[in-house]
Nanobody, 126 residues
Framework: QVQLVESGGGLVQAGGSRRLSCAASTSGRPFSTHTMAWFRQAPGKEREFVAAIIWANGRIEYTNSVKGRFTISRDNAQNTVYLQMNSLKPEDTAVYYC?????????????????WGQGTQVTVSS
């Protein structure tokens, strides 16, 4: 029902910045997703919540490790969510996934999300 297309990953030096984008589409149907989020998964690790935004009211939540460095935002007209990543650290290296949920709440459990993007690799070198 909802397709998510991510872009913006790549290789960056520690201390640098990257901006990830996630464009949502519904094949011509009305966009009804309530929450969009970013998760990341490093090799050998569980998928980790990074940030989320409730579409209707703009409420935002971040995991503690990225507060003050990452910013999630949205473009309502384009059904796009962004993740601006600044002051990147090697520990941020992971595949970053965009996710969407019909629930109008911040959910950190990945199993509660209904749609996922393909993932985009972010590698931070030291």
């Amino acid at each position: 029902q909802v397709q998510l297309v991510e872009s913006g990953g790549g290789l960056v030096q520690a201390g640098g910045s990257r901006r990830l984008s996630c464009a949502a589409s519904t094949s011509g149907r009305p966009f009804s997703t309530h929450t969009m989020a970013w998760f990341r998964q490093a090799p050998g690790k569980e998928r980790e919540f990074v940030a989320a935004i409730i579409w209707a009211n703009g409420r935002i939540e971040y995991t503690n490790s990225v507060k003050g460095r990452f910013t999630i935002s949205r473009d309502n007209a384009q059904n796009t969510v962004y993740l601006q990543m600044n002051s990147l650290k090697p520990e941020d290296t992971a595949v970053y996934y965009c996710a969407a949920s019909r629930l109008p709440a911040v959910i950190i459990d990945p199993s509660r999300y209904d749609y996922w993007g393909q993932g985009t690799q972010v590698t931070v070198s030291s």
